[in-house]
């Protein structure tokens, strides 16, 4: 069974940092495409940051561009976003998830494999 499971979230200071994580299992992350979306009450579920399946290309969201950045461990079978410079309009709940295509997508539709998400809550 193809599976993600995120972990590092919590609550940080404005300002401060947090990694997430996301772990693969069932399926060799080299041939996917991943990306983390994240959803706050109320609001739709938004694109932050995508790889392709080779790691060459790394598009981020304009509100997030330049403070958080996405990277990927094939071996380990690991995502991760880490998240700099955190704003409170940063809080939300973060999802990774993986596309079987070399290509990367803004479109949470695309995606056919899903984590439980990770709730980041930003507070002084």
């Known amino acids: 069974q193809k599976q993600l499971v995120e972990s590092g979230g919590g609550l940080v200071q404005p300002g401060g940092s947090l990694r997430l994580s996301c772990a693969a299992s069932?399926?060799?992350?080299?041939?996917?495409?991943i990306a983390w979306f994240r959803q706050a009450p109320g609001r739709e579920r938004e694109f932050v940051a995508a790889l392709t399946s080779a790691g060459s290309i790394k598009p981020y969201a304009d509100s997030v561009k330049g403070r958080f950045t996405i990277a990927r461990d094939n071996s380990k079978k690991t995502v991760s976003l880490q998240m700099g410079l955190v704003k409170p309009e940063d809080a939300a709940t973060y999802y990774c998830a993986a596309r079987q295509f070399f290509s990367y997508s803004r479109v949470a539709q695309s995606y056919s494999i899903w984590g439980q998400g990770t709730q980041v809550a930003v507070s002084s």
């Open positions: 069932g399926f060799s992350l080299e041939h996917y495409a």
